[in-house]
């Protein structure tokens, strides 16, 4: 059983930036592929960004890449996103999610939502105009 924490959200000015964390549980962290996804109210949950196992690679939205920085620590359970020059349409509940076994190999495996196995409690980001 993987428990995944968020921290980091709040309130910021349009073009200011955030840092997420999402802390994991358990011994496993390493073997999980990572994600990052967010929902406003009213809409679907959609992806934001996803990270290997290792690390190595990463993967984001289109509306989010070249702003958004994933990252994670295996040594500290802890990934994170880096956010920065953010737009009122960021706003949203984000919520880290830890993957399954299954296989990751590519960015349409990372946005996928069932393929992750735990989801985190979410963290409320908004963005002023």
């Known amino acids: 059983q993987v428990q995944l924490v968020e921290s980091g959200g709040g309130l910021v000015q349009a073009e200011g930036s955030l840092r997420l964390s999402c802390v994991a549980s358990?011994?496993?962290?390493?073997?999980?592929?990572m994600g990052w996804f967010r929902q406003d109210p009213g809409k679907e949950r959609e992806f934001v960004a996803g990270i290997s196992r290792s690390g190595v690679y990463t993967y984001y939205a289109d509306a989010v890449k070249g702003r958004f920085t994933i990252s994670r620590d295996n040594a500290k359970n802890t990934m994170y996103l880096q956010m920065n020059s953010l737009k009122p349409e960021d706003t949203a509940v984000y919520y880290c999610?830890?993957?399954?076994?299954?296989?990751?190999?590519?960015?349409?495996?990372?946005?996928?939502?069932?393929?992750?196995?735990?989801w985190g409690q979410g963290t409320q980001v908004t963005v002023s105009s």
């Open positions: 999610a830890a993957g399954s076994s299954m296989r990751y190999v590519e960015k349409a495996h990372y946005a996928e939502g069932a393929r992750y196995s735990y």
């Open positions: 358990g011994p496993t962290f390493s073997s999980n592929a």
